[in-house]
């Protein structure tokens, strides 16, 4: 069918030895291998490359902002202000730093991973919500979530 992909071809290869999958700036998918090393997405095939603009009522997006450098949010913001249609959701969970600070435990989690990669950490909400407002997605509701996250959800205008 148009516009309906086969996730399971898109996730297989290449892309299951990947820690980590993020975005950068401009919606290019980029993962780290295991060993450290860096994976370009750009050989494999673009699973929103073929997908009209005002696509999607709902976009969610689960643990990925703090284990990823500022760029894969922007990323996200640029992509999913893009694929949703005017008056879809953003739907965004996770941990985040709340006016500068957070609990011990999420400023512990904070520091180990920026130990790991010192583009990783607990990002600040209030710069997440900027960031998203830039493009077009309005902050809706915040709710606290068991083991210190948040879930976040913004609005296409």
Not at 42 to 47: A, K, N
Not at 85 to 104: D, E
């Amino acid at each position: 069918e148009d516009g309906v992909h086969d996730v399971d071809a898109v996730l297989k290869g290449s892309i299951m030895p990947a820690r980590s999958l993020t975005l950068d700036a401009d919606g290019v998918m980029e993962g780290r291998l295991s060993e450290g090393g860096t994976m370009m997405m750009s050989d494999l095939p673009d699973p929103i490359a073929d997908l009209p603009d005002a696509t999607f009522d709902l976009v969610v997006n689960i643990n990925m902002i703090h284990i990823s450098p500022w760029e894969a949010t922007i990323g996200l913001m640029k992509t999913s202000a893009s694929l949703l249609r005017r008056g879809g959701m953003l739907y965004c969970y996770g941990p985040y730093k709340v006016n500068g600070t957070a609990v011990r435990s999420n400023l512990n989690f904070d520091e180990s991973l920026r130990s790991r990669d010192a583009s990783w950490g607990l990002k600040h909400l209030e710069d997440v919500v900027a960031e998203a407002e830039r493009c077009g997605l309005k902050l809706i509701k915040t709710v606290d979530m068991p083991a210190n996250n948040l879930s976040v959800l913004y609005r296409k205008q």
